[in-house]
Each structure stands twice: as C-alpha cells, then as structure tokens.
C-alpha cells in the first residue's frame, strides 16, 4: 500500500514537470508573459486535472476541439490547445487559432459604448431616440383576443428606450423570435447572425426600430439586437464605422491584431471549423451554409452583437485591461470607476440567476448561481460555446475557446469553471 502510495505521488510529481514543460513550449508563442503557476497561487498538479478533462472532452468526441487560457495576476500560467480546429484536414488545434466569438463581440462594443459616455458624448438614460431618431415611434406587440390575423396588436412604449436600457438587455427587444415574429422573417432581420447582410448595420437597425418590440422598456430581460443597436450608435456618436472605431481605439491600442468582423485572406486557413452533434450524439462537421460569410464578404455590415472573430490570446488582452481597471500596458480606455459600473447589477430581479451589468453577467451573492467563484465576478459567452469571465477579487481571467453549435446538454462550461477553480491553492480575495 505504502509502495502504491509514493508511485502515485511520484506521478503526480512527474505529470506536474510535464504538464508545465508542455505549457512553457505552447506559451511560448504568446507575447502575453509567462508565469508558473504556482507564482500566482495556482496548483501545476491541479491544472493537470484541467488537462485531462479537456483531453477528455476531445477523446470522447464531445467537441472536436479546445483553446484554454488562465492568467492570474497579470501572467498567463495556463494555455493550451486540444485536439482538431479541422478533423477532415487534420489540422491540429492551435493556441492561435481562430474563433467565431458571437456575444463575447458584447463585451466589446459595450466597452466602445463606455468609452464614448466617458467622452461626455451621451449620458446613460438618454433615449436612444436622441441618436437614432427611427427608435421615437417604437412600439411593443401584445396578444389580443380579438379576431386578428397576427394574434397581436401593437400599443406605444410607455416610456423611451434609453441606452441603459440597451445595455442590460432590458429594452423589450429580442431577436425576432417573439409574437411579431413574421414580420422580423418578412423584413430579413431574424436571429443574431448579420454577416450575410448586404448593407450597412445602420440600415438593418433602422428597419428595426419600425418593428414591434417584445416588452416595454425596463420590465423584462431580453436577449436580442440591444448590442447591435448600441454598435450603431457607436457609428452615429464617432463618425466612424464600428470596425474602425474598435479597430482604432480598442484592438489596435491593446495589440488584438487577429480580432476582426471579417477574416483577411491570409488567416482563412486559421479559422476553426464548426461542429455540432446530431441527434445521436454524433459529433460532426456542421453544415451552415451562413459560415463563408465570414471569409467572402459581403463584408458590409458590423455586428456590434455578435460579429466578431477572436483568439484566446487576443481576447484575454481585452479581459486583463477590464480587469485592471480599464488600462493595459500603459493604453488606457477607461477609467477604473467606468469599469465598476460596468461591472455592478442594474438588473435587479430582472435577470434571474445572477446580477447583470453593462455588459456582463455578474456574480453579485455567491451561492446564487450555484457556482464557484467570487462576488464580483463577470462574464459571457458565445452562440458558438465559447465562453470567459473575469475574476477581479483573485486576479483571474478564464478562456475557453471551442467551436460547437448547437451545444444542447453540454456540460462543458460548468466543469471547465469547477476544474479553474480547484487549481487556485492560495486564495487573493480579501476576507
């Protein structure tokens, strides 16, 4: 037994050597620093647990691929990538390969939308009407028992919708998916995916606001074009299109050279490919006819709610600068009281689950999600079931980088947060 025990403590300690020798070699191509983890209270034994479960995750055919990247402290202490970004070609997964990031793009152009209020451009409860004077005569659908052939009649908002409102995703205004949803189908705006748009995000927007809306401003949460409305302020307030002014004043200032709303000729071939798993449970290649967008064009029209591409490295740059209060390598875009705002609940009992910042989910009370973490915490995710969050109490920021849509009964995300959590040996929140 003794034997049995010193064998399983000297491979742990050889897993732990091999584990940091393999990320010190993948690290090396990331111009983020490198640290070991037990610099910055992380376990290399623990983190090896991390491994093998996404490892797993790639061996059992749950996704075909994985980038994951942990910094804590201003270091990265863990990034590694898994598996295939293309399994027919088989092209190994990469620590730069690229992602289709869908609502992780929210955290961005909120923060482009943040920046602007910092420049006194707007104030937070200005209607959106002031900017996008199509928003003055919105109007919200209701069912009626009435004999109507919609099912639905339309009455006016009660009150403006303002860019707070936008902000928290409690405008009323979904993604076409509610009782005027022939209508969003007749009009070509239905779901998140803008890229195939053959005109300028300003156009979609302003096709929208004659739509009838989902709710009343401030009364519900919902998830819809809040952020894609926001993008086109951007472009309204700046005078630039919102792939400029992020390019301009965000990318470019952090150094996020891959991030971009459609990928240039010569990084097509680091594109990850898409998967799904079928009703079987199959993993596959998936087929969306949608997905060359990306790559072909028509290149006309930004989504600011859910266009973007991205790497792990490149949007941990954007994390770190929110989690070191809005600056990052001597580049400022916010101040750190923007960030706090950002990163407060405005939703109240709106939300559900957790608070809701400007932006960002956040964990207001542990316990009231469920999950491991730290009051403060905030975070995303992405159609695509990419998902990060930023833990400022203990200098954390969390990637996971995959490509799987749809990703129903996916527990992934639940124990990618768990198996994080387990490898902090030495805690920096304040008790």
């Known amino acids: ?181 022939e209508e969003y189908a007749a009009a070509g705006i239905q779901g998140w995916f803008l890229a195939d748009q053959t005109v300028p995000i300003g156009e979609v927007i302003k096709k929208l606001a004659t739509l009838p809306f989902d709710a009343q401003p401030g009364e519900r949460f919902v998830y819809g074009y809040n952020t894609d409305i926001l993008g086109y302020l951007v472009e309204c307030v700046s005078g630039m299109s919102l792939a400029e002014f992020i390019e301009k004043r965000i990318t470019g200032p952090l150094g996020m050279t891959d991030t971009h709303f459609f990928l240039p000729e010569s990084k097509k071939d680091r594109l990850t490919v898409v998967y799904s798993l079928d009703d079987k449970g199959e993993l596959k290649a998936a087929d969306d006819p949608r997905d060359k967008f990306y790559v072909e064009g028509p290149r006309v029209c930004y989504s600011g709610g859910a266009g973007l591409l991205s790497t792990a ?54 316990g009231r999600d469920g999950q491991l973490g730290t009051v403060g915490l905030f975070g995303w995710g992405g159609a695509y079931h990419t998902t990060y969050w930023v833990d400022p109490a203990e200098k954390l920021v969390a990637v996971l980088m995959t490509q799987l849509r749809p990703a129903t009964g996916s527990d992934l995300h639940g124990k990618f947060r768990t198996l994080v959590y387990q490898s902090i040996v030495r805690s920096y929140e304040k008790r």
Do not use: C
């Open 313 to 366: 490295e490149d949007y941990a740059r954007f994390l770190l600068m929110l989690l070191q209060g809005g600056e990052f390598r001597g580049v400022r875009l916010l101040s750190p009281k923007s960030v706090e705002l950002m990163t407060a609940d405005h939703a109240g009992h709106l939300y559900g689950a957790s608070g809701l910042g400007l932006g960002f989910r956040v964990t207001d009370r542990l």
């Open 1 to 181: 037994m003794e034997n049995r025990r010193h064998l399983s403590s000297l491979g742990g300690r050889v897993f732990a050597t091999a584990a940091w020798l393999v990320l010190a070699a993948l690290a090396q191509a990331s111009s983020l620093p490198l640290v070991r983890p037990e610099k910055v209270g992380l376990s290399t034994e623990r983190l090896g647990r991390l491994t093998r479960l996404m490892q797993e995750y790639v061996d059992e055919r749950k996704v075909a691929g994985l980038v994951v990247l942990l910094a804590r402290d201003g270091g990265v202490a863990y990034l590694q990538a898994f598996g295939k970004a293309n399994a027919a070609k088989g092209l190994p997964m990469k620590t730069d390969s690229i992602f289709r990031i869908a609502s992780q793009s929210k955290a961005v152009t909120s923060v482009a939308v943040m920046m602007l209020h910092e420049e006194g451009k707007f104030l937070l409860d200005d209607p959106i009407a002031k900017y996008i004077p199509e928003f003055a005569a919105a109007r919200v659908a209701v069912p009626t028992t009435e004999k109507s052939v919609k099912g639905y009649t339309t009455v006016s908002v009660k009150r403006p919708i303002t860019i707070r409102d936008l902000l928290t995703h409690t405008a009323g205004i979904s993604y076409g998916d509610g009782l005027a949803k």
